[in-house]
């Protein structure tokens, strides 16, 4: 911003602020308590928008509308402006021979952005646009700085996440996004409830980090002592539950770490997670595709949805891949490498040279993340990955080396994560005993033996299927938005 416009600014928010004095002087309430009205803007266009001018006259409908002034057009003793209540816009037009000299009078120290409810009869101009013809104007709220003339551009965007309000205001589709967002969430919940699960809530703060490979944000308790966790995951506790009976599970929860942040990640995000006794992960791939197919469905009309330069198909049934054929397949590398252990650890190790030494299964991990995964774009379930990566998961009823575990990729990003669960506690526990060794070598996203867990499965874990899904990445497919900054309302960014 220039100088120049930095004064301009500052000059109109001394006018708007002499406005509210001016108002305050007339009597006028600066902070009314409530607003009573007929419709929202969106609900008015909707219902009379349709109607002609003459069925207008003849039903002379009246309503009282609230909104926010978003243009002023005056026209001598006339004025046309338009309100907005986020979604859709509507005009109005006061005169001072309909309102009264003292009323025109006022709205002349009404500003762009100003909120406030107009009332009167619905009429169509000689264009065509349906409009309030206003017997009175109220005032609601004042905007004491000018809005933004327009957005446009990278420059913009770190201020649009930093003053999502203004964003709203400006922007109409970004408050369909959220709207979008909320729908899916009341959709998953319709889902899970119809189907005879149980919502429940687990602690955001752990003693003991666990259920994912994530470096945790750490906390402290005064009155205890204690050192917590904010957690990564609610799996383990979930998974308790279903130790203690409750069959069918879900929590649509926040889970923060301590990551890098990118166009996929925020370290804070939504995630649902899902455990349902007596299924394994066959279940869950079926599951997850009916819930995804109904969401396109049910929320965008189609099973197809628009995503970048691409068309994303929920048809059912998804397209299945083992790990390491997806990695023969898709990574341009010879066949020939994955035979050739040695070989393959080598090259990984070039590529990642800070996760060295690594084993055979965690290199074709840095291969896929690598090569493979940006290149699927259609839903695919990635299934039996390295065990050594999939640490609370059956070992494959097929490979000792591959686990009983799918990831479903969606435009090259991982929207879902499921096991056959492992209920083994001798197992979970020598399992757990390797990453607290992997973390005294210091790797971060390793945690230590959670005892409390190995005792919950010694009372026994019946076969379980579970799953988390991420909903901040699911609202991107279906929203068609290619950051996720887009669809969390305030990501986390660093201070000005």
């Known amino acids: 911003m220039s100088p120049k416009d930095d004064h301009n600014e500052l000059d109109q928010d001394v006018a708007r602020r002499e406005k509210l004095r001016k108002l305050a002087e007339a009597g006028v309430p600066l902070f009314p308590y409530t607003a009573p009205g007929t419709h929202a803007v969106k609900e008015a266009v909707d219902a009379f928008a349709g109607l002609t001018a003459p069925e207008l006259e003849a039903r002379s409908e009246k309503v009282v509308v609230r909104g926010r002034i978003l243009s002023i057009r005056k026209m001598g003793r006339a004025t046309f402006f338009h309100i907005s209540d986020g979604r859709t816009k509507l005009?109005?037009?006061?005169?001072?021979?309909?309102?009264?000299?003292?009323?025109?009078?006022?709205?002349?120290?009404?500003?762009?952005?100003?909120?406030?409810?107009?009332?009167?009869?619905?009429?169509?101009?000689?264009?065509?646009?349906?409009?309030?013809?206003?017997?009175?104007?109220?005032?609601?709220?004042?905007?004491?700085?000018?809005?933004?003339?327009?957005?446009?551009?990278?420059?913009?965007?770190?201020?649009?996440?930093?003053?999502?309000?203004?964003?709203?205001?400006?922007?109409?589709?970004?408050?369909?996004?959220?709207?979008?967002r909320s729908a899916i969430v009341s959709h998953i919940r319709r889902f899970f409830d119809g189907r005879g699960y149980i919502e429940v809530e687990t602690p955001m703060m752990h003693p003991i980090p666990g259920g994912a490979l994530a470096r945790p944000f750490k906390t402290f308790h005064n009155a205890l002592g204690l050192d917590l966790y904010l957690r990564i995951a609610p799996e383990l506790y979930l998974k308790r539950l279903v130790v203690g009976g409750l069959d069918k599970v879900y929590e649509i929860n926040r889970s923060f770490r301590n990551e890098g942040i990118d166009a996929q990640h925020n370290p804070e995000f939504t995630m649902l997670e899902f455990y349902e006794a007596y299924r394994d992960y066959h279940d869950m791939m079926e599951l997850t595709e009916e819930l995804l197919n109904g969401l396109a469905v049910s929320l965008r009309g189609s099973e197809e949805v628009p995503f970048g330069e691409h068309r994303i198909s929920f048809k059912r049934p998804f397209r299945r891949l083992k790990f390491l054929e997806a990695c023969?397949?898709?990574?341009?590398?010879?066949?020939?490498?994955?035979?050739?252990?040695?070989?393959?650890?080598?090259?990984?190790?070039?590529?990642?040279?800070?996760?060295?030494?690594?084993?055979?299964?965690?290199?074709?991990?840095?291969?896929?993340?690598?090569?493979?995964?940006?290149?699927?774009?259609?839903?695919?379930?990635?299934?039996?990955?390295?065990?050594?990566?999939?640490?609370?998961?059956?070992?494959?009823?097929?490979?000792?080396?591959?686990?009983?575990?799918?990831?479903?990729?969606?435009?090259?990003?991982?929207v879902a994560n499921a096991f056959s669960e492992l209920t083994d506690p001798a197992e979970q526990r020598a399992i757990f005993e390797e990453q607290a060794e992997a973390k005294r070598r210091g790797d971060e996203e390793s945690h230590p033996v959670d005892l409390d867990y190995v005792e919950a499965l010694e009372y026994g874990l019946p076969p379980t299927g579970g799953e988390g899904i991420g909903i901040d990445r699911l609202t991107m497919l279906l929203a068609d938005r290619r950051s996720i900054r887009e669809v969390v309302l305030f990501p986390l960014l660093k201070p000005k």
């Open 91 to 180: 005009q109005a037009y006061i005169r001072e021979d309909q309102a009264g000299p003292e009323a025109y009078e006022r709205f002349s120290l009404f500003d762009l952005g100003d909120v406030v409810s107009v009332s009167g009869k619905l009429f169509k101009t000689r264009t065509g646009e349906l409009t309030v013809l206003c017997d009175a104007v109220t005032f609601l709220a004042k905007c004491l700085h000018p809005l933004p003339e327009k957005w446009h551009g990278l420059q913009d965007v770190e201020l649009r996440y930093r003053q999502r309000y203004l964003d709203l205001i400006m922007s109409p589709d970004v408050g369909e996004v959220f709207r979008l």
């Open 328 to 414: 023969v397949e898709l990574s341009g590398l010879a066949p020939s490498r994955f035979s050739d252990r040695p070989d393959l650890v080598a090259f990984a190790e070039g590529l990642a040279p800070e996760k060295k030494p690594l084993t055979f299964g965690r290199a074709l991990d840095v291969v896929f993340d690598r090569f493979v995964k940006d290149k699927i774009v259609q839903p695919t379930f990635i299934t039996h990955p390295p065990r050594e990566i999939s640490p609370l998961a059956k070992t494959s009823r097929d490979d000792p080396e591959e686990a009983e575990r799918f990831e479903l990729l969606v435009a090259g990003m991982e």
